[in-house]
């Protein structure tokens, strides 16, 4: 290789001892091998007696000896995780529309005919069964729960079969 056969000057081997420097610095070569390459770079002559000090050291390599190689590029991945959606832009919520039944005829039937008729009445017929059924079996003393759903639904309404809040 013709480069290498250059005759180098002094300031080249000062940058050459001040990268070996470096380097030792960063822990790369040991006090014995940095004391090594040192003398050995004051001593060189050619771009040729130079580069043995630097082949097994990564950069800063002397910016005389050329161009760094190009960086390698990063293979593709085999699993890339999916792009995250765009985030949604606020939209206020539209208030839910009131039942045509009411909380206040629910809760008196509820509390008035204990045996499921206010739930009846709001179109929770599963739960009207229920209570129904639990009437019955208990004889008239499982009217109590009727009767404090009755409370709740005064106090707190509820909601109708479709899920819209009951009127007030």
């Not at 008196?108 to 599963?126: A, E, K």
């Amino acid at each position: 290789m013709e480069s290498d056969e250059l005759r180098i000057g002094t300031a080249e081997r000062e940058e050459a001892a001040r990268l070996l420097a470096d380097h030792f610095g960063m822990g790369r070569i040991t006090p014995d091998e940095y004391e090594t390459r040192v003398t050995d770079a004051y001593a060189a002559a050619t771009l040729g007696d130079l580069r043995p000090l630097f082949c097994d050291l990564p950069q800063p390599h002397p910016g005389f000896f050329g161009a760094p190689p190009a960086p390698m590029t990063m293979p593709m991945p085999l699993y890339a995780p999916p792009p995250m959606p765009a985030p949604m832009p606020y939209a206020p919520q539209l208030p839910v529309p009131y039942s045509y039944r009411s909380k206040t005829v629910a809760g008196v039937l509820q509390i008035v005919l204990p045996f499921g008729v206010g739930r009846f009445y709001t179109g929770q017929i599963g739960l009207g069964l229920l209570q129904l059924f639990v009437c019955v079996i208990t004889v008239g003393a499982g009217a109590i729960w009727p009767i404090i759903d009755g409370i709740v639904l005064l106090a707190n309404g509820g909601l109708d079969a479709e899920g819209r809040p009951l009127r007030p």
